[in-house]
């Protein structure tokens, strides 16, 4: 049977359902190629899983802007449409389905020859070797785009259920309706099934790549050469992630689902303590540190990095954000809303008057010292220059320019100071997939709903301490568990463990995801600070239009229309 026979495309790469003969392999003279060579030549097969592979988000979307963390400059963001009332079933540029429908089309196809590949004729050990590999990847990148399409595309239908997406692990047969013409799972059995695909994997992969020195059929497949593709301790990590995301309120009517919570402290815990446990964040930033992972060339060696995207070598994310007069576009602007969330360095909010020494004439003295790392403020040095963003300056300042910020802030965190674009110079960037600091997160607050602030259940470790070692690393609040007190309490603790969420995690494709599954308002206005001389003003910069029911993205119009099992989130 030919290829372009068995192996189906999924129309506008998608789970559309309707159908052209789309081929994935290299064509003969004939243009198709079959199965057989595939089973006989291993290297048709890994083209398969690197076309997966090249799915993988390569740089940041900036999603941010559409939420209470930034705005945006630039009038032909996607964004700029959607928080102003486009957003629809017919135009969401939070949708996944086609790219993520067609990379799961790859994978499948590998899944259901993987056991008769001819994977290696040198031995039998060596064929196993490839074969576990291979197949362990395929089973962690099929949980991956599942999951992302749960969470662009799961929630609660117009009947009132929590609905999940169609889960797909075979090929679709266009002539045999019950193969494309799905119904949604509950969103249970779709956590479920992701989360089955990750155990999958972590019993295939190995622990790390790394060479053995000892064996050569091992390193040869499963050395440091292969340093960046999923291996065990990637999937334990996504497998985190997912419990934390569907144990949320937002999918369990309120609460968090206490199961799903211990699962996920489990799996974070797990990686944490392979690092070296909480002591590994230091006051100092040491150890898991430099953590400012963007700050120079030979960031895939710091240890803060468990996965990463491949490298770029260009100026793209300097030229989109420098302020003008250092010859950027300034396009991602944060709000005074995002600055408001970082707390004064003895930990305490802005908020609390009394105990915070907050000074409104000096807002940017004393702060949490992230803020200097990650915001360009009126006065700050960047590059070895004074910003002022003051409404008299003739290129930062506020709105004076179609390249000046909106909010009175300009972008620092992700940007490389030793950037020059006049001229331009080009230095390597990667987008972070999973970072370590993120699995603390993770861990703090599922360990929090499942156990509290101080039981360490079977970690060694509390939510309150994975917290605190986050914080002390950032400088931020006391040196004492006894004058943390504040974070005492599991409201208290997941008031702080969400807002560390928003400053660890900030302009890295978090915040959206996390305000809707927390049941959080998407629809908070953008405000900013204007500053004329020394005086300044808080404004309103952009109001956001989302109605309740987007708390929940839409199925894609079309798949609607052509599939008419597929039911629709409420309110789309």
Same mark, same amino acid.
């Given at each position: 049977?030919?290829?372009?026979?068995?192996?189906?495309?999924?129309?506008?790469?998608?789970?559309?359902?309707?159908?052209?003969?789309?081929?994935?392999?290299?064509?003969?003279?004939?243009? &198709?190629?079959?199965?057989?060579?595939?089973?006989?030549?291993?290297?048709?097969?890994?083209?398969?899983?690197?076309?997966?592979?090249?799915?993988?988000?390569?740089?940041?979307?900036?999603?941010?802007?559409?939420?209470?963390?930034?705005?945006?400059?630039?009038?032909?963001?996607?964004?700029?449409?959607?928080?102003?009332?486009?957003?629809?079933?017919?135009?969401?540029?939070?949708?996944?389905?086609?790219?993520?429908?067609?990379?799961?089309?790859?994978?499948?196809?590998?899944?259901?020859?993987?056991?008769?590949? *001819?994977?290696?004729?040198?031995?039998?050990?060596?064929?196993?070797?490839?074969?576990?590999?291979?197949?362990?990847?395929?089973?962690?990148?099929?949980?991956?785009?599942?999951?992302?399409?749960?969470?662009?595309?799961?929630?609660?239908?117009?009947?009132?259920?929590?609905?999940?997406?169609?889960?797909?692990?075979?090929?679709?047969?266009? *002539?045999?309706?019950?193969?494309?013409?799905?119904?949604?799972?509950?969103?249970?059995?779709?956590?479920?099934?992701?989360?089955?695909?990750?155990?999958?994997?972590?019993?295939?992969?190995?622990?790390?790549?790394?060479? &053995?020195?000892?064996?050569? &059929?091992?390193?040869?497949?499963?050395?440091?050469?292969?340093?960046?593709?999923?291996?065990?301790?990637?999937?334990?990590?996504?497998?985190?992630?997912?419990?934390?995301?569907?144990?949320?309120?937002?999918?369990?009517?309120?609460?968090?689902?206490?199961?799903?919570?211990?699962?996920?402290?489990?799996?974070?815990?797990?990686?944490?303590?392979?690092?070296?446990?909480?002591? *590994?964040?230091?006051?100092?930033?040491?150890?898991?540190?430099?953590?400012?992972?963007?700050?120079?060339?030979?960031?895939?060696?710091?240890?803060?990095?468990?996965?990463? =995207?491949?490298?770029?070598?260009?100026?793209?994310?300097?030229?989109?954000?420098?302020?003008?007069?250092?010859?950027?576009?300034?396009?991602?602007?944060?709000?005074?809303?995002?600055?408001? =969330?970082?707390?004064?360095?003895?930990?305490?909010?802005?908020?609390?008057?009394?105990?915070?020494?907050?000074?409104?004439?000096?807002?940017?003295?004393?702060?949490?010292?992230?803020?200097?790392?990650?915001?360009?403020?009126?006065?700050?040095?960047?590059?070895?220059?004074?910003?002022?963003?003051?409404?008299?300056?003739?290129?930062?300042?506020?709105?004076?320019?179609? &390249?000046?910020?909106?909010?009175?802030?300009?972008?620092?965190?992700?940007?490389?100071?030793?950037?020059?674009?006049?001229?331009?110079?080009?230095?390597?960037?990667?987008?972070?997939?999973?970072?370590?600091?993120?699995?603390?997160?993770?861990?703090?607050?599922?360990?929090?709903?499942?156990?509290?602030?101080?039981?360490?259940?079977?970690?060694?470790?509390?939510?309150?301490?994975?917290?605190?070692?986050?914080?002390?690393?950032?400088?931020?609040?006391?040196?004492?568990?006894?004058?943390?007190?504040?974070?005492?309490?599991?409201?208290?603790?997941?008031?702080?463990?969400?807002?560390?969420?928003?400053?660890?995690?900030?302009?890295?494709?978090?915040?959206?995801?996390?305000?809707?599954?927390?049941?959080?308002?998407?629809?908070?206005?953008?405000?900013?600070?204007?500053?004329?001389?020394?005086?300044?003003?808080?404004?309103?910069?952009?109001?956001?239009?989302?109605?309740?029911?987007?708390?929940?993205?839409?199925?894609?119009?079309?798949?609607?229309?052509?599939?008419?099992?597929?039911?629709?989130?409420?309110?789309?």
């Amino acid at each position: 049977m030919k290829t372009k026979n068995i192996i189906l495309g999924l129309l506008s790469a998608s789970m559309a359902f309707s159908f052209s003969g789309c081929n994935m392999f290299e064509p003969e003279l004939d243009n &198709t190629y079959g199965e057989e060579r595939v089973i006989e030549d291993a290297s048709y097969a890994v083209g398969l899983l690197m076309k997966a592979y090249a799915g993988l988000p390569t740089g940041y979307d900036f999603s941010e802007v559409a939420t209470d963390d930034a705005v945006t400059n630039n009038k032909s963001s996607e964004y700029v449409k959607m928080v102003s009332g486009g957003w629809s079933s017919l135009y969401d540029p939070m949708s996944t389905w086609n790219s993520s429908y067609e990379a799961i089309a790859y994978l499948n196809k590998l899944l259901s020859l993987a056991d008769v590949i *001819e994977w290696s004729p040198d031995s039998e050990e060596r064929d196993k070797l490839q074969h576990d590999k291979i197949t362990g990847e395929a089973y962690a990148l099929r949980a991956y785009y599942h999951f992302q399409l749960l969470m662009a595309h799961g929630g609660k239908s117009s009947s009132g259920s929590m609905l999940g997406v169609p889960y797909l692990t075979d090929m679709v047969d266009p *002539e045999n309706e019950s193969t494309w013409n799905l119904v949604r799972p509950p969103y249970s059995q779709t956590v479920e099934d992701i989360l089955h695909d990750l155990d999958l994997a972590i019993e295939l992969l190995p622990e790390e790549y790394k060479n &053995t020195n000892t064996d050569p &059929t091992a390193d040869r497949i499963q050395g440091v050469k292969f340093k960046n593709r999923i291996d065990s301790r990637i999937a334990t990590a996504l497998k985190a992630r997912v419990a934390l995301h569907a144990a949320s309120p937002a999918y369990n009517g309120g609460e968090y689902d206490q199961e799903l919570c211990k699962e996920a402290a489990k799996c974070a815990a797990q990686l944490i303590e392979k690092v070296g446990g909480i002591a *590994e964040m230091t006051a100092t930033r040491g150890s898991l540190a430099d953590y400012l992972f963007y700050d120079a060339n030979m960031d895939s060696r710091n240890v803060e990095i468990l996965w990463r =995207a491949n490298y770029v070598t260009n100026y793209d994310l300097e030229t989109q954000n420098f302020p003008p007069s250092l010859f950027g576009n300034g396009e991602v602007n944060p709000t005074q809303n995002f600055v408001d =969330a970082f707390p004064m360095a003895n930990g305490y909010p802005i908020t609390d008057i009394a105990n915070s020494q907050y000074d409104e004439d000096a807002p940017y003295a004393g702060r949490d010292p992230r803020l200097t790392d990650y915001v360009i403020y009126n006065g700050a040095k960047f590059k070895n220059v004074n910003i002022n963003t003051s409404v008299d300056d003739p290129k930062d300042g506020l709105n004076v320019l179609t &390249t000046s910020t909106r909010t009175g802030y300009y972008l620092k965190k992700l940007l490389r100071e030793d950037v020059n674009l006049n001229p331009a110079a080009g230095r390597q960037h990667f987008r972070p997939l999973i970072r370590y600091t993120e699995l603390f997160l993770i861990y703090a607050e599922a360990a929090n709903e499942a156990y509290g602030p101080d039981n360490a259940n079977t970690a060694g470790f509390s939510a309150r301490q994975a917290i605190r070692a986050i914080r002390q690393r950032a400088g931020v609040g006391g040196t004492t568990e006894t004058s943390d007190e504040y974070l005492n309490s599991l409201s208290n603790l997941r008031d702080i463990i969400r807002n560390e969420r928003r400053i660890e995690l900030s302009f890295e494709g978090f915040r959206f995801w996390d305000i809707r599954r927390w049941g959080n308002k998407l629809d908070e206005t953008a405000k900013g600070i204007k500053y004329q001389g020394t005086l300044y003003e808080l404004i309103d910069v952009e109001n956001r239009v989302f109605a309740p029911y987007m708390q929940y993205g839409p199925i894609p119009s079309d798949q609607i229309t052509k599939t008419r099992n597929l039911e629709q989130n409420a309110g789309w």
